[in-house]
Structure formats: structure tokens, C-alpha cells
T-cell receptor, first 112, second 116 residues
């Protein structure tokens, strides 16, 4: 298996633009997680899905952030409009529960 | 609000030394504690602990949980330069008392540097 796949790996955009991050989980995993990591705040869980249904989105910072999982093999995290403080590494992870998650390589987002 | 505190924030030791990393927590309806190792990129899973006093071991790494005092330690013996990484502790709890939604809270990590 190729592991969790994320795209793009790097994204540089201007403030106000829409950003869409993509994730393909490991086949057979029914949990999918989106995380954000910064030096200041460390690793934060934004939202997670079970069987394509959002279970807990209490970590989503504000309404500018939204996540979807239209099917078992694809999820998106969208930021609209983006702001400089959204600059971070965004990780997607999948697993069969909250434990033993397998992380993707991350997307490094820079908003100027 | 759930909280996970790791100490020290940063640690520098010489190859061959033994290190102990600490994780204390406050969480609603504790379910498990997880340790991850993060090198240059994504975190990789090390241990999951659910019961007090039972040591989990993998090679030179071991970990134990104390649910009464609400902490866990991660030990690394005979450290090697490849152990240099950020070690993350995370705690899984339930957001509501009838064990509904699960919630995962991470500490900010301990940055371990091993000097050859």
C-alpha cells in the first residue's frame, strides 16, 4: 500500500485566495483525520471522519475552514478565504480508530 | 478543556545516555494515551497505553502509564543519533459521559537531540 497520500506537498498562496488540500487514506481504514501543526501551537486535531461522516469538528478554527469526505477514498480540507495565520503544515491521517493512526507526508501551506 | 503537558520541552544528551520523557494530562473520560515519534516529517506511532502499571516495550524504548497520578513516561536506553526527533504524547478521551464522541489532544512535544 502507498500509505496516506496528500496533495499538494507545498502550497504558496496570497491572502484571500481559496486553498484546497487533498487526502487519500489507506484502503480499508474507516477513520480519517485532519491536523494542523505550527511551532506555536504544536499538533492540533481539526476534524475527523468515521465512515465518511464528520464526527468531531470542534478543532476547526473558524468558519473559513471546511472539510468533506465524499467517499471512502478521498477527503478535502478547504480554507476560504485564506489568511497568513493559516500558514502551517497540514497532515491527513487514517486508521481503524483514534489510535495507531498513519500519517501522510503533510502539505506545507504558506499564505503571504 | 482537555490538556496534555510534556516535559522537558527540549533535551540534549550524548549517544549512549538514557532519557526519560514525561507526559501529564487532564482529560474527560480517559480512554488511552499514545506516544508518537516525529522526525523530519509526519509522526509515526510508538505505543498505546490503556492500563496503569503495564510496561510497553519495543527495543530500547519503553513506556508506562499511571492513571492515578495522570502521567506517562517514555524511556529510551542506550540512545543513538537516530533517536533524535520530537516525541509527541496524545491522550484519547470522550467528549460526553456516555462514551460517545472520541477526542484526541496532543502535547506540544519534547525535542530530543542526541549528540554523537
Amino acid at each position: 500500500d502507498a500509505g496516506v497520500i496528500q496533495s499538494p506537498r507545498h502550497e504558496v498562496t496570497e491572502m484571500g485566495q481559496e486553498v484546497t488540500l487533498r487526502c487519500k487514506p489507506i484502503s480499508g481504514h474507516d477513520y480519517l483525520f485532519w491536523y494542523r501543526q505550527t511551532m506555536m501551537r504544536g499538533l492540533e486535531l481539526l476534524i475527523y471522519f468515521n465512515n465518511n461522516v464528520p464526527i468531531d469538528d470542534s478543532g476547526m478554527p473558524e468558519d473559513r475552514f471546511s472539510a468533506k469526505m465524499p467517499n471512502a477514498s478521498f477527503s478535502t480540507l478547504k480554507i476560504q478565504p485564506s489568511e497568513p495565520r493559516d500558514s502551517a503544515v497540514y497532515f491527513c491521517a487514517s486508521g481503524r480508530g483514534l489510535h495507531e493512526q498513519y500519517f501522510g507526508p503533510g502539505t506545507r501551506l504558506t499564505v503571504t | 478543556e482537555d490538556k496534555v503537558v510534556q516535559s522537558p520541552l527540549s533535551l540534549v544528551v550524548h549517544e549512549g545516555d538514557t532519557v526519560t520523557l514525561n507526559c501529564s494530562y487532564e482529560v474527560t473520560n480517559f480512554r488511552s494515551l499514545l506516544w508518537y515519534k516525529q522526525e523530519k516529517k509526519a509522526p509515526t506511532f510508538l505505543f498505546m497505553l490503556t492500563s496503569s502499571g503495564i510496561e510497553k516495550k519495543s527495543g530500547r524504548l519503553s513506556s508506562i502509564l499511571d492513571k492515578k497520578e495522570l502521567f506517562s513516561i517514555l524511556n529510551i536506553t542506550a540512545t543513538q543519533t537516530g533517536d533524535s526527533a520530537v516525541y509527541l504524547c496524545a491522550v484519547e478521551g470522550h467528549t460526553i459521559s456516555n462514551f460517545g464522541n472520541e477526542k484526541l489532544t496532543f502535547g506540544t512535544g519534547t525535542r530530543l537531540t542526541i549528540i554523537p
